[in-house]
């Protein structure tokens, strides 16, 4: 599964977010996503992919593509499971 697979996988589980509305592209505040909703996000995301993610730089993510982005500069690959 890729990154992006699972960070689609956690708007959904955790967010309620339907993976037919996620696109790389698409940006948090398209899918009506607020500041909790992001923490919630990253959250999921530190406990799916064992990476620590900052406030910061949560508060830095504005699209679907940001977060894969972060992940992925985290060392995160194509493969990880």
Known sequence: MTVYDRVVTILNDRL???AEDVSPETTFEQLDLDSLDLVEFA?????????????????????????VALLESKGLGVTQA
């Open 16 to 18: 309620g977010v339907p």
């Open 43 to 67: 959250l999921g995301a530190e406990e799916s992919f064992g990476v620590r993610i900052s406030d910061d730089e949560a508060e830095g993510l504005r699209s679907v593509g940001d977060a």
